[in-house]
């Protein structure tokens, strides 16, 4: 028989131990490994750092395509005839203030942002932005600046397009898809906040389809609260492709985390107008709408709030060439169900002039279809300041 003393017993386990710890060391290196060493390019590749090493190819690839815009324009009443103003909202004003030019009172400017939108000079921003400006000068992200004219502008939705006339082709951004965004992805806010040149603020997508916020009169925004101060206006908010998704337009300086952004997909209706006629053309039914309230829809047989009731139609109208009348809800837009007045506002807005579309219509509980032309919307220059024109 065998006797072991204590020092085989030692040298056995220590052995084991040894034999233990390096087949642990071989199969957990890998991940040691990410934790330890440099990935490529500086970027660190520690798992759950994959979003950061995106985001800094994003910044990369979008921000040279991401200007700055600075504007002079004169006193107020120094000014010819101004053009449909927007509603002066105070948290509005307080998204873009105009700031004296070093106290003089003859001349002030303002800061903006814009993004490039065509290798050309194109380049996109808000109304608000060269809102009355005499001069626009724009400075890209290699420093170079440029002035710039005026291509179109359209205030109700806050849209303007201006050019710069390059040596050589820009940088251009890839526009996006804006309709089917959903609540919870990543936006990204890329701008010149304060005159910060390429400032980029990351958040989410908190809300689409905003409306009834008092900056537009076609208000379809996404609601965001990617950091976005004054001097992002005309910015582009980004999706994770690098895709431009909407356009950094306004704050409520009451909150934080509350920005708003006008979908990219209106901006691209109204830009290829403005880029080929200057102005934006729009469809016109001439009635007034009133929100679907409860009791209504009730009194009606209607399940729910969707839809916009007829207030009255303007004569001579396409609305009253069509037989439309007071009291009548609108359920269904050239087969699109309607969710509100604002979304009928929208979609009559816009649908090509001339051409006829079929409105599905309640009326004393009886359901049924009505054809109207559309026609385009009269000049409403004349119209009382502040009033929302009627679709």
């Given at each position: 028989?065998?006797v072991?003393?204590?020092?085989?017993?030692?040298?056995?386990?220590?052995l084991?131990?040894?034999?233990?710890?390096?087949?642990?060391?071989?199969?957990?290196?890998?991940?040691?490994?990410?934790?330890?060493?440099?990935?490529p390019?500086?970027?660190?590749s520690?798992?759950?750092l994959?979003e950061?090493?995106?985001?800094?190819?994003?910044?990369?690839?979008?921000?040279?395509?991401?200007?700055?815009?600075?504007?002079?324009?004169?006193?107020?009443g120094?000014?010819?005839?101004?053009?449909?103003?927007?509603?002066?909202?105070?948290?509005f004003?307080?998204?873009?203030?105009?700031?004296?030019?070093?106290?003089?009172?003859?001349?002030?400017?303002a800061?903006g942002?814009?993004?490039i939108?065509?290798?050309?000079?194109?380049?996109?921003?808000?109304?608000?932005?060269i809102?009355?400006?005499?001069?626009?000068?724009?400075?890209?992200?290699?420093q170079?600046?440029?002035?710039?004219?005026?291509?179109?502008?359209?205030?109700?939705?806050?849209v303007?397009?201006?050019?710069?006339?390059?040596?050589?082709?820009?940088?251009?951004?890839?526009?996006g898809?804006?309709?089917?965004?959903?609540?919870?992805?990543?936006?990204?806010?890329?701008?010149?906040p304060?005159?910060?040149?390429?400032?980029?603020?990351?958040?989410?997508i908190?809300?689409?389809?905003?409306s009834?916020?008092?900056?537009?009169?076609?208000e379809?925004?996404?609601?965001?609260?990617?950091?976005?101060n004054?001097?992002?206006?005309?910015?582009?908010?980004?999706?994770?492709?690098?895709?431009?998704?909407?356009?950094?337009?306004?704050?409520?300086?009451?909150?934080?985390g509350?920005?708003?952004?006008?979908?990219?997909?209106?901006v691209?209706?109204?830009?290829?107008?403005l880029?080929?006629?200057g102005?934006?053309?729009?469809?016109?039914?001439?009635?007034?709408?009133q929100?679907?309230?409860?009791?209504?829809?009730q009194?009606?047989?209607?399940?729910?709030?969707?839809?916009?009731?007829?207030?009255?139609?303007?004569?001579?109208?396409?609305?009253?060439?069509a037989?439309?009348?007071?009291?009548?809800?609108?359920?269904?837009?050239?087969?699109?169900?309607?969710?509100d007045?604002?979304?009928?506002?929208?979609l009559?807005?816009?649908?090509?002039?001339?051409?006829?579309?079929?409105?599905?219509?309640?009326?004393?509980?009886?359901?049924?279809?009505?054809?109207?032309?559309?026609?385009?919307?009269?000049?409403?220059?004349?119209?009382?300041p502040?009033?929302?024109?009627?679709?």
């Amino acid at each position: 028989m065998r006797v072991r003393g204590p020092n085989a017993s030692f040298g056995t386990g220590l052995l084991a131990g040894l034999l233990l710890g390096l087949l642990l060391a071989f199969f957990a290196w890998p991940r040691l490994s990410a934790l330890l060493l440099p990935g490529p390019r500086g970027v660190s590749s520690r798992p759950g750092l994959e979003e950061d090493a995106a985001f800094i190819r994003l910044a990369e690839r979008v921000t040279p395509a991401v200007v700055n815009i600075r504007t002079r324009s004169l006193p107020r009443g120094q000014r010819g005839p101004r053009s449909s103003p927007l509603p002066l909202d105070p948290f509005f004003r307080e998204f873009f203030e105009r700031v004296p030019d070093g106290g003089r009172r003859e001349e002030q400017t303002a800061l903006g942002s814009g993004v490039i939108i065509d290798k050309r000079g194109f380049i996109l921003t808000n109304h608000h932005v060269i809102k009355d400006a005499e001069t626009i000068l724009v400075r890209l992200a290699n420093q170079k600046e440029y002035p710039a004219r005026l291509i179109g502008q359209d205030p109700r939705t806050d849209v303007a397009v201006i050019r710069v006339e390059p040596d050589r082709d820009l940088p251009e951004a890839n526009l996006g898809d804006s309709d089917g965004l959903r609540v919870g992805e990543w936006a990204i806010a890329i701008g010149n906040p304060f005159g910060l040149d390429q400032t980029v603020t990351v958040g989410v997508i908190s809300a689409t389809g905003r409306s009834d916020v008092g900056i537009a009169t076609y208000e379809n925004f996404i609601q965001t609260d990617a950091s976005i101060n004054p001097g992002n206006s005309g910015g582009p908010l980004v999706n994770l492709k690098g895709q431009v998704i909407g356009v950094n337009t306004a704050i409520v300086a009451a909150g934080q985390g509350i920005g708003f952004a006008i979908p990219i997909n209106m901006v691209k209706r109204v830009v290829e107008q403005l880029v080929d006629k200057g102005k934006v053309v729009r469809g016109w039914l001439g009635v007034a709408l009133q929100p679907l309230s409860p009791d209504l829809a009730q009194s009606l047989g209607l399940e729910g709030t969707r839809g916009a009731v007829v207030g009255s139609t303007i004569t001579g109208s396409p609305a009253a060439q069509a037989g439309l009348q007071q009291g009548d809800v609108i359920i269904a837009y050239d087969k699109v169900p309607v969710e509100d007045y604002r979304h009928v506002q929208r979609l009559v807005a816009e649908t090509r002039v001339g051409k006829s579309v079929s409105l599905q219509i309640v009326r004393k509980k009886q359901k049924m279809d009505v054809a109207v032309t559309i026609a385009e919307v009269p000049d409403d220059t004349g119209r009382r300041p502040g009033a929302p024109p009627k679709p």
